[in-house]
């Protein structure tokens, strides 16, 4: 990360490993933005892209462990989004079913994937952060699917778009909300949130050109998307991934599930990316990409260790992000995946 830093590449960071209940290793690296007026601390709060994913997957097993909240893993989404319920297959055909909430969380609902020739429409949907996350789902329940549902993994940011309204739906409250009231507040994470404008201060911000990111839309940033603009700090991020080992968040058989593939054909569970060895998981991970921003966390199954790096670049064009996410496994002595 220094040497990153020293040459420019990156504007700065933070990583933490931790053990159990203990910090093991906790430094800063840089500045919070281009002008290197002010060095980056522990409060630092980075725009975590992907790794969101972990943490909208942990909102939604609360939500399916709470006995005053009906949504199981098996609802068809039609239940909540009527449009579903018959949609127009990319190079012919029609769906015969809707996709299920099993299915929008480990990518595999047939929703179109940001990786797979997507649209400037659906670019919009997601990367427009001046309407609502009604919209958003709204506009990408009109979009054709990629697939039958459950036919194929795609990695769909829009699908935790949907999967976000339908906790909003079934829940009555905001994602935000549902965020602080079942993750943020039993773990004390204080610089966690969707919409820090206005709420946090030393926010980061990196270099080089294209758009900015949505917390300098001010009040204006409405949308929250799900799984890839949440911000938080290392520190955060990291008592996130213990609370999630400790069981402080949800019980120990959705944790199992949660990081355990749901298809022999793909290497993730729900908001995980997961390493097997002798047919049994022993590392999750995530990566996050957007704009400026790049995370990674990682915890080791077998150790319960697990070790967090945010960081922001100095041109998004140049990313070292290989060589950051190994020497993170390589600091915190994990299995390579």
Known sequence: MQDLIDSGRIVGGQTVIAKDSQILYRRNY???TPDQETAVSDDTVFLIASC????????ILSLVEDPNVSIGLDDPIDRWLPAFASRPIAGG???TRAPTVRELMCHRSGIY????SITPEQSELLYRFDHTLEAAADGIAAQPLLAEPGERFAYSGAGYVVLGRIAELTS???FETLLQERVCQPLGLQRTTYFPAGKLDHLAQGGGPGPQPPHLLGTAHQFPLIGGSLYSTATDMTTFCQGLVAGKLISSAS????TTPAAPDQAYGFGWSVTMRNGKPVLVQHSGALLSYRSHMIIDLNTGTCAVATWTLANPKLDPGKKLKEALRRAGTFVKS
């Open 255 to 258: 944790f199992s599930e949660m």
């Open 113 to 116: 994937s940001q990786k797979v």
């Open 30 to 32: 840089g500045f919070e």
């Open 93 to 95: 055909g029609t769906s």
């Open 172 to 174: 009555g409250q905001s």
């Open 52 to 59: 969101s994913k972990a943490f909208a997957a942990t909102v």
